[in-house]
């Protein structure tokens, strides 16, 4: 059973406006969420995460929001530009002292001109 | 460029053939993590090393092994290839597997793995 879903396969927005990426999961023992940005045939690069003992962390563009209780992450992309169009993988951590991430299957993110 | 290397690009083996997939982390990295992506099950974490030692394993066949070197790099060694092993296969690197300020995993371009 999948413990971290992205149950949007795709998502097109238009130039300039907001990206909303969501993701579910279902353990509460996850402590530390990230999301990865990836282009064809290259791999995953890192973009923004985020702890679980915060609800928000933002860098530039980017904004990664936490409701605990809820067991959902999302990343805002603000504004959205060609240049992210690309497949957004979230992935969490465990906890502990393993460090393998557990990777929703992605959303692929066509931003319009 | 993250920084982790990995070699080769493409490969292209038969049925029952064994491989070796090279991954060079970023510097001072001591973690790496090999990770499968096929196309219906995402990525998928298979081994984790840290500073020599098998740190975590997950969803690694029992075919499949792996190894970190004196000098942090790592290979992972596929045997007895089926067609179901084509795949990508990633490495990614990360400072330590228990700071947790330095759990970022940094990714490799990967290796295109094709079983005929």
């Known amino acids: 059973d999948q413990q971290v879903k992205q149950n949007s396969p795709s998502l097109s927005v238009q130039e300039g406006r907001i990206s909303i990426l969501n993701c579910d999961y279902t353990?509460?023992?996850?402590?530390?969420f990230l999301w990865y940005k990836k282009y064809p045939a290259e791999g995953p690069t890192f973009l923004i995460s985020?702890?679980?003992?915060?609800d928000k962390n933002e860098d530039g563009r980017f904004t990664v929001f936490l409701n605990k209780s809820a067991k959902h992450l999302s990343l805002h992309i603000v504004p959205s530009q060609p240049g992210d169009s690309a497949v957004y993988f979230c992935?969490?951590?465990?906890?502990?002292?393993?460090?393998?991430?557990?990777f929703g299957k992605g959303t692929k993110l066509s931003v319009k001109p | 460029d993250s920084g982790v290397t990995q070699t080769p690009k493409h490969l292209i083996t038969a049925t029952g053939q064994r491989v070796t997939l090279r991954c060079s982390p970023r510097s001072g990295d001591l973690s790496v993590y090999w990770y499968q992506q096929s196309l219906d099950q995402g990525l998928q974490f298979l081994i984790q090393?840290?500073?020599?030692?098998?740190?975590a394993k997950g969803n690694i066949l029992e075919r499949f092994s792996a190894q970190q070197f004196p000098d942090l790099h790592s290979e992972l060694n596929l045997s007895s290839l089926e067609l179901g092993d084509s795949a990508l296969y990633f490495c990614?690197?990360?400072?330590?597997?228990?700071?947790?300020?330095?759990?970022?995993?940094?990714f490799g371009p990967g290796t295109r793995l094709t079983v005929l």
């Open positions: 985020i702890s679980s003992i915060k």
């Open positions: 090393y840290y500073n020599g030692e098998e740190r």
């Open positions: 990614a690197s990360s400072l330590s597997a228990r700071d947790r300020d330095a759990d970022t995993q940094y």
């Open positions: 353990n509460s023992m996850f402590d530390y």
């Open positions: 992935a969490v951590n465990y906890g502990g002292s393993q460090g393998n991430l557990i």
